[in-house]
């Protein structure tokens, strides 16, 4: 497996294939064998890996269970697609110790194979007439000492490894995406009445909207304008509100206070 903190650098045969190669030796003319008696090593490959997902995952075809309860989800949440994000990163890393599991018991049981093809009893000490038998012996040796340090051994770990992560980011992304959305929208809003502020559920946003009335700087409130894309017309309502209703220019004043006083981080608020 490739040492940490170091990448294969990508070869110009995956391009366009999302670094997924169709078969073995695609630069050099190489096809893979047809016969199904004789499956080539990256069809084995994808034979285990397929294996392993069906077993750990299973198929992709919905329960209908499944479908009806997506269909009678409720409207989705910043805080639902945030649940989502996170057991979806949990899961991943379920996957991968399940993966790594799988692949060190391969490695286990393939040494313990290839040291089983060795008969020991059949090598007293070497002599002339006996060339044939050391000879055998002696292959069988570098095929077990290749199996401990095989580089296809590594690239085949890798590569399973990176299918797995490349179907966990075509999963998270899309949902990474959405929230990243829902958050510009949330960050957008801006209560038009003190009713509207006061239905806020949202703490921090709260806060926002009252870090703002208090704000006496003119280029402050633009800056404040520009990092959550409000405009004026659209602040302007409930700041009227703050400078002729004194309750509510009190109440937003002992909230900026309140905060400062709990947290000296936020002095400058």
Excluded: C
């Excluded at 979806?88 to 996957?95: G, P, T």
């Excluded at 770990?157 to 899309?174: C, K, M, N, Y």
């Excluded at 949902?175 to 009445?193: G, I, N």
């Excluded at 704000?215 to 002729?244: A, G, I």
């Amino acid at each position: 497996m490739s040492k940490p903190g170091t990448r294969r650098m990508p070869r110009d045969v995956y391009e366009g294939k999302k670094g997924f190669r169709d078969w073995p030796g695609a630069d050099s003319g190489w096809k893979p064998p047809r016969s199904e008696d004789e499956p080539d090593a990256l069809t084995m490959r994808r034979h285990r890996l397929a294996q392993f997902v069906l077993s750990e995952k299973g198929s992709f075809v919905p329960s209908i269970h499944t479908i009806m309860k997506e269909v009678r989800s409720p409207v989705e949440t910043l805080s639902a697609v945030n649940e989502r994000t996170t057991e979806l990163k949990k899961q991943h890393i379920r996957d991968l110790e399940k993966l790594f599991a799988l692949q060190g018991e391969q490695h286990r049981q393939g040494a313990i194979d290839r040291y089983s093809a060795i008969d020991f009893t059949q090598f007293p000490e070497p002599h002339e007439e006996e060339r044939d038998i050391v000879e055998t012996h002696t292959a069988l040796m570098d095929l077990h000492e290749r199996g401990r340090r095989s580089k296809a051994l590594e690239d085949d770990w890798d590569d399973a490894l990176d299918h797995i992560r490349f179907a966990h980011l075509q999963t998270l992304l899309p949902l990474l995406k959405r929230k990243s959305e829902m958050e510009q929208r949330r960050d957008a809003y801006f209560p038009s009445s003190i009713q509207e502020y006061h239905m806020i559920r949202d703490r921090d946003i709260q806060l926002r909207v009252a870090r703002f009335l208090a704000l006496d700087s003119r280029s402050q409130q633009d800056k404040m304008l520009s990092d959550f894309n409000w405009v004026w017309r659209q602040v302007t309502p409930l700041l009227d509100e703050y400078h002729k209703n004194d309750e509510f220019r009190t109440e937003i004043n002992e909230i900026i206070k309140d905060v400062k006083a709990a947290d000296p981080r936020k002095r400058y608020l």
